[in-house]
């Protein structure tokens, strides 16, 4: 390998919006997450509902229409 073109790898902190934080190596030294192995739906088994209704049906609902 050549010498000087590699980047520096770092030990870093990961955080995650749920609050979890975990050590890892990456190029950079912190690492902000929106989703985790501790808050993602496939890791705990639960589902999240998942509204089906489109614009139209959502703008009726939040005016009362």
């Given at each position: 390998m050549k010498e000087g073109i590699h980047p520096q790898v770092h030990r870093a902190k990961v955080h995650c919006a749920c609050g979890e934080s975990f050590e890892?190596?990456?190029?950079?030294?912190?690492?902000?997450?929106d989703v985790?192995?501790?808050c993602h739906p496939?890791?705990?088994?639960?589902?999240?509902?998942?509204?089906v209704g489109g614009r139209v049906d959502r703008f009726k609902k939040k005016y009362g229409l």
């Amino acid at each position: 390998m050549k010498e000087g073109i590699h980047p520096q790898v770092h030990r870093a902190k990961v955080h995650c919006a749920c609050g979890e934080s975990f050590e890892t190596t990456s190029t950079r030294k912190e690492i902000k997450v929106d989703v985790c192995s501790k808050c993602h739906p496939f890791f705990t088994g639960k589902s999240r509902t998942v509204e089906v209704g489109g614009r139209v049906d959502r703008f009726k609902k939040k005016y009362g229409l």
